[in-house]
Nanobody
Framework: VQLVESGGGLVQPGGSLRLSCAASGFTFSSYGMSWYRQAPGKERELVAGITSTGGSTNYADSVKGRFTISRDNAKNTMYLQMNSLKPEDTAMYYC?????????WGQGTQVTVSS
């Protein structure tokens, strides 16, 4: 089982990034997926989630209207489009897959928002 995040980097305030989470080793289309983030000295927090079919999504209040979560089950990949980035979005971003007792995490990709 693998979840591999990519797409992080350094971006200026107001900029955009698109994160990807490539899944393998499990039936991706059956799993609810989500993005979390953890900033230095802070607890890991839920950023956005999406159901197995992509029919329903949810967002943290801090990112509503700026971030969009999506998935392509044919490509076993989940995405997070991040627009209007702010310095407070700086964190390690992780993807997570859940189905019943099965719970998988990726290793994370760093997002730094700074001028």
């Amino acid at each position: 089982v693998q979840l591999v995040e990519s797409g992080g980097g350094l971006v200026q305030p107001g900029g955009s990034l698109r994160l990807s989470c490539a899944a393998s080793g499990f039936t991706f289309s059956s799993y609810g997926m989500s993005w979390y983030r953890q900033a230095p000295g802070k607890e890991r927090e839920l950023v956005a989630g999406i159901t197995s079919t992509g029919g329903s999504t949810n967002y943290a209040d801090s990112v509503k209207g700026r971030f969009t979560i999506s998935r392509d089950n044919a490509k076993n990949t989940m995405y997070l489009q991040m627009n209007s980035l702010k310095p407070e979005d700086t964190a390690m971003y992780y993807c997570r897959g859940q189905l019943y007792i099965f719970d998988y995490w990726g290793q994370g990709t760093q997002v730094t928002v700074s001028s």
